[in-house]
């Protein structure tokens, strides 16, 4: 549990299989709280879902006595599938994206050729923030930052003096997140992460990701200050044309995620399968040498 003076308190949840992280995030004064990044199981081989994780999310939500309004989303995640509709649907909370979903939605839709039957205006989530749209998490103040690179539809959680940062940046010595994705740009990105470093030094930066470099313990939180000054990629004043030649560099030499290709047409409607057949069965597509 991470918690701070006037800020909130965040409970962190690592998911092993994806190294992800999801957060709980409430404050301690009105035990109102949001879910973010809410990570569905997903057994590749056996083609099943399971939903062991977020039902621990869902244990501390219930042993704390919270209560959820939001199931947020940094972005249409690539490595892994999301259990936001799930949590949603289970707690009556609203589930959030930042509105450039929209622009995921129709790539998807185009590389899957899911048809006219899939909407792609972002009505599978309950809300889609606008730029620097302003909410509350109990009595603290939360902004939304859209912060693209990685994808087009990245958002960045400020809420109190944590930020939520998704796959932008990681953890310093992690770097930043790739963008050789369909509509990503290192150029974008470096912009977005500007932004980011521009937030007060002591700000609590909370990543998506870890993949303990070097062997190092599993970890998920920074502030803005170390961030500014020791990240691999941005730290230290970096240019953006630097930035640019060092991201596009490492991403050549990237494999695609294991589950992006399921995990993008279950997360483009919020975490949930596509619609069942007639027998009851969903099924994935798998679209050959998109990627």
């Known amino acids: 549990m991470s918690q701070s003076a006037g800020g909130p308190d965040v409970l962190a949840f690592f998911h092993a299989g994806t190294s992800s992280i999801s957060y709980l995030v409430s404050d301690p004064a009105t035990r109102r ?43 249409v995640h690539a490595d892994h599938l999301s259990a936001g509709a799930y949590c949603r649907d289970r707690l009556g909370s609203r589930l959030a ?5 929209t622009a995921v939605q129709s790539m998807v839709r185009d590389a899957y050729e899911l048809g006219a039957e899939f909407a792609t205006d972002g009505r599978q989530f309950d809300h889609r923030f606008r730029p620097d749209e302003r909410f509350n998490v109990g009595n603290l ?21 944590a930020a939520f940062v998704g796959d932008t940046l990681f953890m310093p010595d992690g770097g930043t997140a790739r963008c050789d994705f369909p509509g990503g740009s290192a150029a974008t990105l470096y912009r977005s992460i500007r932004r980011i470093l521009a937030l007060p030094d002591a700000t609590r930066v909370f990543t998506a990701h ?16 170390a961030q500014r000054r020791d990240n691999t990629h941005v730290g230290g004043g970096v240019t953006e044309a630097k930035f640019v030649a060092i991201r596009e560099a490492r991403d050549k030499t990237l494999e695609a995620p ?12 919020g975490g949930r399968l596509p619609p069942p057949d007639e027998n009851g069965r969903s099924f994935l597509k798998i679209p050959v040498n998109w990627l």
């Open 33 to 75: 709280a949001a879910i973010i990044d809410a990570v569905l199981d997903y057994s590749a081989r056996a083609g099943r879902t399971a939903t062991g994780f977020a039902d621990r999310i869902l244990a501390a939500v219930a042993e704390r006595q919270l209560t959820v309004d939001w199931v947020l989303e940094t972005h």
């Open 258 to 269: 294991a589950l992006i290709l399921p995990a993008l047409q279950v997360n483009v409607r």
């Open 210 to 225: 870890d993949y303990a470099p070097g062997g190092r313990p599993y970890a998920w939180e920074s502030t803005v200050a």
């Open 97 to 101: 994206i930042g509105a450039n979903v």
């Open 141 to 161: 103040d939360a902004v939304v930052h859209f912060t693209p690179g990685h994808t087009p539809a990245c958002v960045t959680y400020v809420i109190g003096d």
